[in-house]
């Protein structure tokens, strides 16, 4: 990897991120871009909507200085470390940045199950993922040492998802970690007989030129299908697909990616098609 974003707020949260991806960092020999959203409040805006100049110099520098303190530990030492400063609301800008030094992932940190919190807000979460053209990598947790060995990447196995599978295959191959490729098979419109699923899954190992053991669990939804097969195995990694701009996958319909994400134990990573 030659870049990677890490979005942080001073919290815990994010400061578990930014341990992360320092691990990632100094494993790959890349570049750490750590990103700081500072928030302009309403309250001083002008009469005219604009925020005087001398404000603005303030907040900026209060932010700095917060911002090299929160740098300044010792996991950081040796690591190329690029501080950048921007305005939170327009969260184009988190990709922009990632575009702007060719990164190759976006760490993001998490609260758990109650979402993604501080900066990462509601909708905004699922603006990252949707306009994010590298993979984003969700913590939940601190990590002393992070390590992935057993790495979950469930799709609904349609060629739409074949350039999101090989991007997972490639993350594996940097965490050193084995890929457990799975289908969901829920009751439903969905539904596949065995001889129907392993079908579509042979087509389109054949269409991607991929040699890859693939498991059929059944579960009751997709969410609780990713979330127990990842426990059956003992994964410590899951890999979601998602459509970016256009939204979730049709195979994660709706909220199941974004809860999947949100209720996982452990770190979930998406990968756009």
Avoid: W
């Amino acid at each position: 990897m030659k870049s990677i974003i890490v979005p942080i707020d001073f919290s815990e949260q994010s400061e578990n991120a930014l341990k992360v991806a320092a691990s990632l960092a100094k494993k790959s020999d890349s570049e750490l871009v750590v990103l700081h959203m500072l928030e302009l409040s309403p309250a001083i805006m002008t009469e005219s909507g604009y925020i005087a100049q001398e404000q603005v110099v303030h907040l900026i520098k209060i932010g700095e200085k917060r911002f090299n303190e929160f740098l300044d530990k010792p996991y950081l030492k040796g690591i190329n470390i690029t501080p950048v400063i921007k305005h939170y609301k327009v969260f184009a800008e988190v990709t922009e940045v990632a575009e702007k030094h060719d990164a190759d992932l976006i760490v993001m940190g998490s609260h758990g199950t109650d979402g993604l919190k501080e900066i990462f807000i509601g909708s905004n979460t699922e603006r990252v993922v949707r306009t994010s053209d590298v993979p984003v990598l969700v913590i939940k947790k601190p990590h002393d040492e992070f390590k992935v060995d057993r790495f979950v990447f469930a799709c609904a196995f349609k060629e739409e998802s074949i350039p999101a599978i090989k991007k997972a295959l490639v993350v594996a191959e940097l965490f050193g970690a084995e890929l457990f490729p799975v289908y969901i098979n829920t009751p439903g419109d969905e539904f596949l007989s065995t001889e129907d699923a392993y079908a579509r899954i042979s087509n389109f190992l054949d269409v991607a030129k991929l040699a890859l053991q693939v498991e059929i669990f059944n579960d009751y939804s997709v969410e609780k299908g990713v979330l127990n097969y990842s426990d059956s195995i003992a994964a410590n990694m899951i890999g979601i697909p998602t459509h970016g701009r256009r939204g979730l996958t049709h195979f994660f319909m709706g909220s199941i990616g974004e809860d999947v994400a949100n209720h996982a134990n452990i770190p979930v990573i998406t990968f756009k098609i």
